[in-house]
């Protein structure tokens, strides 16, 4: 008899049917993965048509004339007729309320910037008493609507002699973009190396200069898109023109100036003037943000890794 024929022998590896094997996770989670990523390709789709389209048509209809914008409003224009925005621009008076916005729009967001980065700065790196109730105070400007404030607002600029004056606009278009810039500028600022600054300190660097020359260059990504953020927000703004500059038409923004338009045109039928007046206002905003995109996408994820 062989001796090796009595050992025990080991009884055969049964497959294990009750978990899933490491293969079949992994396709399910890459298949997850894939239909996630194909609904937000198709919601992104459509809300690309949602954005692009009406823009699209303004800008179509801005070379037509009143019968083609009503006869057939999803073909191209017979002919290219830059009369239109001729009209506008001069007997419309668009042209004078684009250079309005442009000095509100330019001041309000440079003193916007000047001021609300400062704030966000000693709020993110000042440690004092009642830091976080101040910024908390700050952030709570979100959450107030602007109509709400409308009719004391209305007199608060009143009795300050501000009434009807771009000065006064100005200055309110600050103190409502400060809560949006405060909240994410303090944000960045805490994501600096506080080496560099620990560094120029000890090189005799006083705080306002250390600000100024140090912290701020190196915030220059954030900065650029929450300057863009406000001057789009800003440049679109109605409400508070329409209650602070209503009496002074000579002062009016763009948006006051196309909303008369808009007024005009059920009277007068110069549709195309309207349509080219709107594309007058969408077109700087749109360079803006293609011109600066980069900076802003920069600016929204160099915050988010410290």
């Not at 894939?34 to 390709?41: F, N, S």
């Not at 200069?209 to 406000?230: T, Y």
């Not at 808009?262 to 360079?287: C, H, K, Q, R």
Request: aromatic share 14%; proline share 5%.
């Amino acid at each position: 008899m062989n001796p090796q024929s009595t050992l025990p022998t080991a009884p055969a590896a049964r497959p294990q049917t009750g978990a899933p094997s490491a293969g079949r996770r992994g396709k399910g989670q890459r298949s997850e993965v894939r239909l996630l990523a194909g609904l937000g390709h198709v919601a992104l789709a459509v809300w690309a048509v949602i954005v692009i389209v009406p823009i699209l048509w303004t800008f179509l209809a801005s070379f037509k004339n009143t019968t083609e914008i009503f006869s057939s409003p999803w073909t191209l224009p017979g002919e290219l007729r830059w009369e239109n925005y001729a009209r506008a621009w001069t007997k419309a008076n668009v042209g004078r309320y684009f250079l309005n916005s442009v000095v509100v729009v330019g001041f309000s967001t440079f003193g916007t910037m000047l001021f609300g980065s400062m704030a966000a700065y000693v709020l993110a790196r000042y440690k004092f008493w009642g830091n976080r109730a101040i910024y908390y105070l700050f952030v709570s400007g979100l959450a107030f609507p602007v109509f709400l404030a409308l009719v004391p607002l209305f007199f608060v600029v009143k009795n300050l002699g501000l009434l009807d004056t771009h000065t006064g606009l100005v200055l309110v278009y600050i103190a409502y973009s400060l809560p949006f810039t405060i909240f994410f500028l303090a944000a960045f600022f805490k994501t600096l190396p506080s080496s560099v600054a620990e560094a120029g300190m000890i090189d005799g660097c006083s705080h306002t200069r250390l600000f100024f020359q140090v912290m701020l260059p190196m915030a220059k990504p954030g900065l650029i898109s929450v300057a863009i953020f406000n001057v789009i927000g800003q440049w679109a703004q109605y409400q508070l023109p329409l209650v602070l500059l209503s009496n002074a038409k000579d002062k009016w923004v763009l948006t006051q100036g196309i909303a008369d338009i808009s007024v005009n045109a059920g009277y007068e039928a110069d549709w195309s003037g309207l349509f080219a007046a709107l594309t007058i206002a969408i077109l700087p905003m749109i360079i803006v943000y293609a011109v600066f995109q980069r900076q802003i996408q920069a600016g929204l994820t160099s915050g988010a890794v410290k």
